[in-house]
């Protein structure tokens, strides 16, 4: 039975500030990785105190302007409903707790979260907020988590004519390890980024839809922002993780893969609640520089997926080198908090070495802020993990997420901050 649980009064705001920037093509070129210490006006960060108040909200505030778009603004509150609760979950290791926020009257977003928590703990439990791609039934067979309500990809095992079905239930089980994770001592808060925006360039019928109030003017979909959609979202369960006394509000990580690593990255740079960035594969518009030369482009992710960025980032396809910018600027925002990129060999189209590039350049901030960066000058070899505050991750094999890449991620984790206590 549906029964409320908990409203939620939300305080991460994201609301972009009120500046005007210089048109695209005034902005002078670039060639190099920005350094995210220059501000705009040419003058460098000459203290920790200038960065946190001067660079850092402009930062945020260029990514929004000139790639992004601005991250939808905080709900006042946010009412949880519960669907059910279960302590037989995984064979009685884990207690299945499956919620729904209700972000707003009407037809306000609802995101439905899937909480799964370790029974044998001594204490809170470190949580992983993670982004599917195909709704949360995917990541399990058990019929007790409710399909998703809306568009789904027909790409999706069991979803034909965009709409999910009890065949796609499991469908994704092998990638997502839930009985290893809680078994590590992790929780999982998992949700499908379609309950917030669905992966559409041609219709917008989301949260962009809700706050245009059914104005088609006000939501042209290729000056949408997807991507910032559904950082919106990673934000919502934040929110819902630090009211949740099973879960630790210190130890919140955000997981994506390929394009929910974006919204995962781009979450973690707006919210210091979030204490790991897991942008996995996440490439251009990600982890790989725009200025990259190998992989996909700003002119191609545009051109195949015009809902995901806002309208002025159109402005830079054949100018890369005028961004003010570049995705260490995206790294930097999340100094001196931890960040994770990892990656896979055969997967050149999300640029491997270009991640690292940013990592390389994203790390003269921590340094400055006054904590290790990354700790080496040199791209791993495969299967090494570079644990350091900034780290990296090569693996052979192709564009994926595997349950070998979530030991990985559990192994980073455990380095930034410590084991989980567990019986």
Not at 330 to 337: Q, S, T
Not at 347 to 369: I, K, S, T
Request: glycine content about 8%; charged content about 20%; some cysteine.
């Amino acid at each position: 039975m549906l029964s409320t649980f908990a409203v939620l009064t939300t305080s991460c705001t994201t609301q972009m500030p009120g500046r005007e920037f210089p048109k695209a093509a005034a902005l002078p070129a670039q060639p190099q990785l920005p350094d995210p210490l220059m501000m705009l006006d040419g003058k460098r960060v000459a203290s920790e105190k200038e960065w946190t108040n001067v660079r850092r909200p402009e930062l945020q505030a260029l990514f929004q302007h000139y790639m992004y778009g601005a991250i939808p603004p905080a709900p006042a509150r946010v009412q949880v409903q519960v669907i059910g609760q279960y302590a037989d979950f995984l064979g009685g290791k884990a207690k299945l707790k499956l919620l729904s926020l209700v972000t707003g009257p009407t037809n306000a977003p609802r995101i439905d979260l899937m909480l799964v928590v370790p029974n044998q703990r001594t204490n809170r439990a470190p949580v992983f907020v993670a982004l599917n791609f195909c709704g949360n039934q995917t990541l399990t067979d058990d019929p007790r988590v409710p399909l998703p309500r809306g568009w789904v990809p027909n790409t999706c095992k069991g979803c034909p004519e965009y709409k999910a079905t009890e065949a796609s239930r499991g469908a994704q089980a092998a990638d997502w390890p839930l009985a290893e994770i809680v078994g590590r001592g992790y929780a999982l808060a998992a949700f499908y980024h379609g309950d917030v925006d669905p992966d559409r360039a041609d219709v917008s019928e989301g949260i962009y839809a809700w706050l245009a109030k059914g104005d088609a003017t006000k939501n042209p979909p290729a000056n949408r922002g997807t991507l910032a959609a559904w950082a919106w979202g990673v934000h919502r369960c934040v929110d819902y993780v630090l009211s949740d006394p099973d879960l630790d509000p210190k130890h919140i990580a955000a997981l994506g893969h390929s394009r929910n690593g974006k919204a995962a990255l781009l979450a973690a740079a707006f919210d210091e609640r979030i204490g790991i960035a897991f942008p996995h594969q996440a490439g251009c518009g990600g982890s790989a520089p725009s200025r990259g030369k190998t992989g996909e482009s700003v002119k191609a992710i545009n051109d195949h997926f015009p809902h995901w960025f806002n309208a002025e980032f159109k402005q830079f396809n054949d100018a890369t080198e005028r961004l003010p910018f570049d995705q260490t600027c995206l790294v930097a925002l999340c100094a001196p908090r931890s960040v994770l990129f990892s990656a896979a060999q055969e997967d050149q189209w999300a640029n491997p070495a270009g991640q690292f590039e940013v990592l390389q350049a994203a790390d003269p901030v921590y340094r400055f802020l006054g904590v290790e960066g990354l700790e080496t000058k040199q791209m791993p070899p495969f299967g090494k993990l570079v644990s350091s505050r900034l780290g990296y991750y090569i693996r052979e094999g192709k564009h994926s997420m595997t349950a070998d890449d979530w030991k990985v991620f559990m192994d980073y984790a455990d380095k930034q901050w410590g084991r989980p206590a567990a019986y």
